[in-house]
């Protein structure tokens, strides 16, 4: 079972990225779903990213195109998960 601090913080990214253009083919065709663009912030269990940090720990581990807003956001939790940034 997730932690509150990943359930809430997958809530908020499923939410911003769910209107996107999908099959997304990469991190720049995200950037208009968000509402602050790239300054967009994400806040859960006492932390803050912005969609710029989320999208460099996803650089490493990104698998575009994506197809839909759950995969996207399983390899964002994952990333952070890996970094040590989410438990």
Not at 4 to 9: R, S
Not at 15 to 27: L, W
Not at 51 to 79: H, N, Q
Request: net charge negative.
């Amino acid at each position: 079972m997730p932690s509150e601090a990943e359930a809430e913080l997958r809530k908020q990214l499923t939410d911003a990225f769910e209107n996107a253009d999908y099959p997304v083919k990469n991190q720049m065709a995200l950037v208009p779903a968000l509402p602050r663009g790239p300054a967009t912030k994400f806040e859960a269990g006492g932390k803050s990213y912005t969609a710029m940090e989320l999208a460099t720990k996803l650089s490493g581990r990104a698998d575009f195109p994506y197809a839909d807003v759950e995969s996207l956001v399983d390899d964002i939790i994952g990333g952070l998960k890996d970094e040590g940034d989410l438990e």
